[in-house]
């Protein structure tokens, strides 16, 4: 059984950005509905999963707000073009065969965690669509990311990617489970965490090296560069406290039933919504699916 998690807020965005200037005779903007749509179809024809969310952030948790005052308060105001797309991708969402999963003052990634936690059981996958740093300390045997971005495709050729556990290390040159202690040294310029002047290769270099973040702090006297000793010394109180704004809340209870997570296409509906959009290609693409899903299969016959 395979789970697809998808993060709402990063496909609608990549969409908006990816195609601009399209727009229905009546003026209105379609082009993060056409790309949100599109890049969920391929997602169902590379994964062919049996389970489904997309999951919104709705708001900030109130603990990370408490830890980190100017968290997340250096990101852009909505687009006004894409305000009245996304309400739109909402309502379309379900009629693609998605549930979704939202909690108030919740960030996507902890409900993504919280859904990946729960299918830690035998016969279980889940694949987690996102570019979300923090959820890459998820994966693991039963779990992966799947990405389209070029640097992460093996070839030219490919589609798509599924990030695995060796495939992150590489990414990232630490295990999964080492990555939110490299993001406490480096910060996260999206979400305005703070960093301490370290980037990436070297923190995760000192990450490797001691084992982790506790170890390194405890063993700062052995750090052989003397000004990276004094970044870690000076910058102590704000590692720990990024260390936990980075940390996913895998602890809530769902919102939504795993078992109603059936993906289920209501193809009536889905093709008055996008006839509304006034799409051809990909209005032609899901009349052409729903009549084939209207014909029995032979063993539904028998």
Not at 82 to 94: A, G, N, R, S, V
Not at 174 to 179: A, D, F, R, T, Y
Request: overall charge negative.
């Amino acid at each position: 059984m395979k789970l697809l998690l998808i993060d709402g807020h990063y496909y609608v965005y990549r969409s908006f950005f990816a195609i601009p200037n399209l727009s229905n005779s009546r003026g209105e903007p379609t082009n993060a509905i056409f790309g949100f749509t599109k890049t969920l179809r391929l997602m169902l024809k590379h994964l062919q999963p049996e389970l489904g969310a997309v999951v919104w952030d709705e708001g900030v948790p109130q603990k990370r707000v408490e830890l980190q005052p100017a968290y997340k308060e250096t990101r852009k105001e909505m687009p006004k073009p894409m305000i009245p797309q996304l309400e739109f991708i909402q309502k379309l969402t379900p009629l693609l065969g998605f549930q979704n999963i939202s909690l108030p003052d919740t960030e996507a990634d902890d409900l993504m965690g919280c859904y990946t936690i729960a299918c830690d059981r035998p016969g279980m996958q889940v694949v987690l669509a996102t570019n979300d740093k923090d959820l890459y300390q998820l994966v693991g045997p039963c779990v992966k990311v799947y990405t389209t971005a070029k640097a992460d495709l093996a070839s030219p050729k490919d589609a798509f990617a599924l990030l695995s556990e060796e495939q992150v290390i590489t990414k990232w040159e630490v295990p999964p489970k080492l990555i939110g202690d490299v993001l406490a040294l480096t910060g996260d310029s999206v979400d305005n965490i703070p960093g301490i002047g370290l980037g990436r290769k070297t923190a995760a270099a000192l990450i490797r090296e001691f084992g982790g973040l506790e170890p390194l702090l405890n063993s700062i006297d052995k750090v052989k560069s003397a000004r990276t000793r004094e970044k870690l010394a000076n910058a102590r109180e704000q590692i720990l406290q990024n260390r936990k704004m980075v940390d996913l809340d895998c602890h809530m209870e769902l919102p939504v039933p795993l078992d109603q997570l059936q993906i289920r296409p209501d193809y009536p509906a889905l093709i008055a919504a996008l006839e509304g959009c006034e799409f051809k290609s990909l209005l032609q693409e899901v009349r052409d699916e729903a009549r084939g899903a209207a014909v029995p299969k032979q063993d539904e016959l028998l």
